[in-house]
Every structure is written in C-alpha cells, then in structure tokens.
C-alpha cells in the first residue's frame, strides 16, 4: 500500500513564499504528482516529478528526493487566486494503469 | 489539448434510483479511464481503474456491483450509481490518461455532483 502525508492547512500572506512538503511511502514509486483544486472544481495539474531534484515553473517549483520519500512544492509570489488546495499524488508503477494515490490535499489560504 | 468533459456537471436524484455519468476525452484516446470519489473537506479516493474493452479494476472497499463502470471506447467512460442512497452523495471525478513515454499524467474531467435525497 502508499501512505501520503501533507499538511492539513497553511496560511501565508500575499507576495510571500509558501512551501508545501509532502512526505510518502510506496512500494513501486513512478513519479509524484502536484495538482491544485479550487473548491468545488476538478483537480488541475501543476507538477511532476520522477528524478531527484527541482523542477521549476514560474512562480511554482517542485521537489524530489527518492531516497527520503518527500518532496514540497513552492509557491513564490502569492497572489490571492493561489488560495486553494494543493494535492500531492504519487504514482505505482506496479498497479494496473499506473494508478494515483493521492494525500489528504493541503488548503492553502491566502491573505491581503 | 487533453480535454476531458463529464456530464451531467451535477444531479439530483431519490434514493434507490440509478445514476449515470459519462467521462469522455474530448482530443485524445485515453488508454485508461479513472473514477475518483471526493467528499466534502476530503481528498480524492480512487474508486475504479478501466481500460478500454476490458473489465474496470475495482479498489478494495468499493462495491462493484452498485458502481457499474463500462468503458466501450477509448473516449467514453460511463459510471452507474445504482440503487443510489444519500451516503452515496459525493463529488464524482474522472480523469482519462494516455501513453506519451513522459508523464503520462491523469487529465480530470471537471466532475459531477451527485446529491441523493
């Protein structure tokens, strides 16, 4: 089985730096996952990691490391839209169809 | 690209009737179809994993038999809710993958809310 953990809430102010760290265990780890969801609507992605190391994408980087099972996200800049809940996903490269198992989603609010 | 629609975006219905809701990729063939159940303050939890013309991958605790998953194309994915009761009202998502020898990440239907009276 995969146990994903990630912060239940944060807060931060607008313009600042955030960083939401996700810790998993998995026994057949194919990449990890980052999507943001607004309330009410579908997840949409936002990062993908499977080598160690940053991925940058404008105001959101993500890392990995395989070897501590963790990797954060990094959200620069915050704007008020950047309120949402971020979701931390890894894949198993030995299920069906490479299935996700997501974590319980970080609510990341925002405020002026 | 990678655009995938669900219909109905959302509905009411009394208890002990049937639900359907479709997942279709709109500009691509998806090799495999997910449904994601997602109650309110929660995360998604994965219900069924389907590939195209063959029987849907069920995660342990789900009811095959009252989630009836059919996938007849490789852009049409279909979940029937049956006999639905309030304790099945829920967000109910889709995502539709395909093979790029990169990601091969999930795109995600925008999701149907299912309320059961």
């Known amino acids: 089985g995969q146990n994903i953990d990630q912060p239940t809430e944060m807060t931060a102010t607008e313009g600042a730096i955030v960083q939401i760290n996700c810790t998993y265990q998995?026994?057949?780890?194919?990449?990890l996952f980052w999507y943001q969801q607004h309330a009410g609507e579908a997840p949409t992605f936002l990062s993908y990691?499977?080598?160690?190391g940053l991925e940058e994408k404008g105001r959101f980087s993500s890392f990995l490391s395989r070897s501590k099972g963790y990797s954060y996200l990094l959200l620069k800049e915050l704007q008020m839209k950047d309120s949402a809940s971020y979701l931390c996903?890894?894949?198993?490269?030995?299920?069906?169809?490479?299935?996700?198992?997501f974590g319980g989603g970080t609510r990341v609010l925002v405020k002026p | 690209g990678a655009v995938v629609s669900q219909h109905p975006s959302w509905v009411i219905c009394k208890s002990g009737t049937s639900v359907k809701i479709e997942c279709r990729s709109l500009?691509?063939?998806?090799?495999?179809m997910f449904w994601y159940r997602q109650f309110p303050k929660q995360s998604l939890m994965l219900m069924a994993t389907s590939n195209e013309g063959s029987k849907a991958t069920y995660e342990q605790g789900v009811e095959k038999d009252k989630f009836l998953i059919n996938h007849a194309s490789l852009t049409l994915s279909t979940l029937t809710v049956t006999s639905a009761h309030p304790e099945d009202s829920s967000f109910y998502i889709c995502s539709a993958s395909y093979r790029t020898g990169g990601s091969n990440e999930q795109f995600f239907g925008p999701g149907t809310r299912l309320t059961v009276l």
């Open positions: 998995t026994s057949g780890f194919n990449g």
């Open positions: 500009d691509f063939q998806a090799t495999t």
């Open positions: 990691n499977v080598l160690d």
């Open positions: 996903a890894v894949r198993d490269g030995k299920a069906a169809g490479n299935k996700l198992t």
